[in-house]
């Protein structure tokens, strides 16, 4: 056997290295790539291609700086839904929601827990008077981010 430590079956060493660089810089070129790992690039862009094609990879999006669009308060919303709830269409309420970035299914006495990016603290009510109005709602509860020291941007894959 070979040098490489197989975390699964699927993906070997190369396939981590890959995947860590992409989180890193999803515009990084399959030459950028193939000096990090040490292939060629052709054979890289065989192994995202195939990376893509296993859905390893989701997507390739950029990090957009908040603030500077001029959103400026983040809050996570927990919400407590109501026995008549109706999971799939309130989340797909949740979805349409601009406002809303991520929406996770909890355990624990909520059900949902959503973060949200808004202008102000009057947008936040604007929102949360929204959601309290859909229906399957019982009450939210909202923590405001007052700052964020870390963010990793990805996941670890090792």
């Known amino acids: 056997m070979s040098n490489m430590v197989l975390i699964n079956e699927e993906l070997d060493e190369l396939d981590l ?6 989180q890193r810089n999803a515009r990084s070129t399959f030459t950028e790539l193939a000096a990090i790992v040490g292939l060629k690039a052709p054979a890289v862009h065989d192994r995202v291609k195939r990376l893509e094609q296993r859905g390893y990879i989701r997507a390739y999006c950029a990090q957009l700086d908040p603030e500077r ?12 839904t109501s ?9 797909r309420r949740l979805s349409e929601m601009p406002e809303i970035c991520e929406v996770h299914s909890v355990a624990g006495e909520e059900s949902f827990l959503c973060k949200a990016v808004t202008r102000s603290t009057q947008h936040l009510d604007e929102l949360l ?12 509860r909202t923590t405001i981010v007052l700052s964020m020291p870390f963010e990793r941007g990805g996941v670890c894959v090792r």
């Open 69 to 80: 669009l001029g959103l400026h308060l983040t809050a996570f919303v927990s919400c407590y």
């Open 129 to 140: 008077a929204r959601l309290k109005a859909m229906p399957g709602m019982a009450r939210t």
């Open 17 to 22: 290295q890959l995947l860590e660089a992409l």
């Open 83 to 91: 026995p008549d709830c109706a999971y799939d269409d309130f989340t």
